[in-house]
C-alpha cells in the first residue's frame, strides 16, 4: 500500500505548514508564555482560510509550540517547551520530502518493539478496552471501503499503544514521527498486486491478534506479530512508506 499526496489536498496542506512555520518564527522571537494574538489575528497574518488555519494550529499544538486560552485577554500563546518537546519539534521540522517520510517510517519500526514491551507490562483492563475500540474503527473503515480512514484508525491504534508506556521521551518521540507522517499523507493506493481489500483485511487481522496477545501478556506472540507487522510493510523502489 502506497501513500501518495493528491493535488488539491497537497496544495492545503502545504499552506497549513506554511502557516504553522510563520506562527512558530513568531514563537522563536518571543519569550515562553507571550501572548501572540487572537485566532483571527494570526490567520490574517498568515493569509490562509479559516479551515486552513485550523490545520495549522493542530500541527502547532500537536508539536507543542502554542497554546489556547479562552476568555477576554485570551487567544494563541507560546508555550513552554521541555527537551521532550523541542525533540519532537526538532522530527517535525524535517521537509515533507519522500525521503524524510521514509526515514521516518523506518524509525517508528524501530520503536515499535520498545513500545510493545512497555504495553505489555503496563496496559490496564481500560487501556485494552480502547485499544479495541480502535481495531472496531479500523473494521468499520474496511466495511466502508475507505482506506484512508482505515490508515488513520491505524495510526490511532498505535498511537495509543505508544501513550501506555510510562517512558515520556518515547512515546513523545514516535507521536511526534507518527504526526510528521500523518501530516503527509493524502491518500491510499494499492502497490505489489494485492488487491486493496485484501491487503488491509490481513493487516486487520493482524492488529487484532496484537491487541489480543497484549491482552493475555503474550510476549511471544506479540513480538511475533510486531516482527511481522514491520516485515510486511510494503517497501517498493523509491515509491513512499506503506501506511503501517
Known sequence: MTLVAGPGRGMAS?????????????????????????????RTLCAV????FNEALRLLQARGLVTVRPGPGGGL???????????GNS??????????VTEAVRIR??????????ALWHASPADVAGLREHIAAMAAAMDAADAVAFVRANWRLHAAIAAISPNALLSSLYASLLDLIESHT???LPAGGQPLGEYIAQRLALHRELVDALDRRDREE???LIREHSTTTGR????PPSPS
Open 109 to 118: 519500526d524501530a520503536l515499535e518493539p520498545l513500545l510493545v514491551e512497555d
Open 49 to 52: 482560510s479559516v479551515g486552513t
Open 77 to 87: 500563546f507560546s508555550a513552554e517547551q521541555s527537551p521532550i518537546v523541542r525533540l
Open 222 to 224: 506479540a513480538f511475533r
Open 186 to 188: 493524502l491518500s491510499v
Open 91 to 100: 522530527v517535525l521540522a524535517l521537509d515533507a520530502r519522500q525521503h524524510d
Open 14 to 42: 502545504n499552506r497549513a505548514e506554511q502557516a504553522a512555520e510563520r506562527v512558530a518564527e513568531l514563537v522563536d522571537s518571543v519569550p515562553p508564555g507571550s501572548r501572540l494574538g487572537t485566532k483571527e489575528e494570526l
Open 236 to 239: 517498493h523502489g523509491d515509491a
